[in-house]
């Protein structure tokens, strides 16, 4: 393994935090996910106070131990990596390739888990290589506040898939790195099964190169606090990014995701879809989606959707899509965000055959989320998934209104 020398690296977009200078002297907010500042060096962020644009959905006051650049517990997370023998597992202190090869933090909270993580977790696959099981990592809160950074890394050829548990108790600040070298095929499952009190800020950041494929699930059912941002770029040729996402957020819980996908070579493919249900008074689910079609990404196709499925009064969907294009050559590329109640016919047509109508609408909604459940590609988690929605909608069984609003 070579190290490399790595400076910390900032790229500030103005001299006023968050903002860009207007002509006339003025500062304006940064509203384009690509110009935001990003920076190794904690003291580079502002402490988040809920206004700027990245934040201003966030319960940043429930994140405040994670904005602390303090170390964390020792024993707050315990981690496990189960993975089969032909998987290479080291760890890396930063300034250490592989890591920092992709990732720089773009918040607080990541700067500080960059900085607080002394020792990465880096597994690699090697090239040529097809895993015939899933490398499992298993993240067990015990209380706490705890930093972690994950690197994943495909070499050219291998085909793979890493999943990510989480559970029990914590407050954690998380970094996962993903690297998918040339014809690559990796796919990565981030499952977020927190107890109630939990809050978990992660940053994912990827490059996909060419003619590689990246898979990225986040799947968010337990937590208080739960936000996964993933960001990705289709840097190569004939690269793909397929992110999909799913949630199901209870009373009081807020489960969020920024999603940012950068076509930047040519000829790349990217597909966005993340649905979500959300039950009980103060029930919150974010989703903002950016796509950067690059001035060098002719030839793209590019979509990105987000649903959302409100099944009770006092919860809140909040849906926000965003396309830039620097080129005009290019495929296609669109987004598209929904939020609302039952689709009255689709009731109508399961009881008109005679469904019971707590049952159709229990239908309606496995069959909403299947859709994502589907596509993971592990049976038993897809089964695990199925129930876990099954449980949900047990708990709130007869109490949906007819025609809940978003």
Do not use: C
């Amino acid at each position: 393994m070579t190290a490399t020398t790595q400076a910390p690296e900032t790229v500030p977009a103005a001299n006023v935090p968050g903002s860009t200078p207007h002509t006339d002297g003025a500062w304006a907010p940064v509203q384009t996910r690509s110009e935001r500042l990003r920076s190794f060096d904690p003291t580079g962020f502002e402490r988040p106070t809920g206004r700027e644009v990245n934040w201003k959905h966030t319960p940043v006051d429930r994140l405040a131990p994670l904005f602390e650049d303090v170390d964390g517990a020792a024993d707050a997370v315990a981690i496990t990596v189960s993975a089969p023998e032909s998987v290479i597992v080291t760890t890396n202190a930063a300034g250490e390739a592989p890591r920092g090869d992709v990732f720089v933090p773009e918040d607080l909270a990541a700067a500080i888990a960059w900085k607080r993580s002394v020792a990465a977790t880096v597994i690699g696959i090697p090239a040529g290589v097809e895993l015939a099981d899933p490398i499992v990592v298993d993240v067990q809160g015990n209380g706490g506040v705890a930093h972690a950074h994950f690197v994943l890394q495909a070499a050219p050829n291998a085909r793979g898939i890493v999943l990510l548990r989480h559970g029990g108790d914590a407050l954690l600040a998380e970094n996962v790195e993903i690297i998918v070298g040339d014809g690559a095929h990796l796919t990565v499952i981030s499952v977020q099964q927190w107890s109630d009190h939990a809050v978990h800020a992660a940053s994912h950041q990827a490059r996909v190169e060419r003619d590689a494929t990246l898979r990225h699930f986040v799947v968010s059912f337990g937590g208080g606090v739960v936000r996964v941002n993933p960001s990705v770029e289709l840097a190569g040729a004939g690269s793909q990014g397929q992110l999909y996402g799913l949630s199901y957020s209870d009373a009081g819980q807020h489960l969020e995701s920024q999603v940012y996908l950068f076509h930047k070579g040519r000829d790349t493919r990217g597909d966005v879809l993340y649905k979500g249900a959300l039950q009980g008074a103060g029930a919150r689910s974010v989703w903002v989606g950016d796509v950067l079609i690059g001035p060098d990404a002719v030839g793209t196709d590019s979509y990105e959707a987000n649903r959302n499925l409100v099944l009770t009064d006092g919860a809140r969907a909040e849906s926000i899509p965003n396309l830039e294009i620097e080129t005009g050559d290019i495929r296609g590329a669109g987004h598209a965000s929904a939020t609302g109640r039952f689709d009255d016919e689709q009731l109508f047509y399961l009881q008109s055959r005679g469904i019971s109508e707590d049952e159709a609408r229990r239908l309606v909604v496995v069959g909403f989320l299947s859709d994502i459940v589907q596509r993971i590609g592990i049976p038993a988690l897809e089964a695990e998934l199925h129930e876990a929605i099954q449980n949900e909608l047990r708990e709130i069984e007869g109490e949906i209104p007819e025609g809940a609003a978003s």
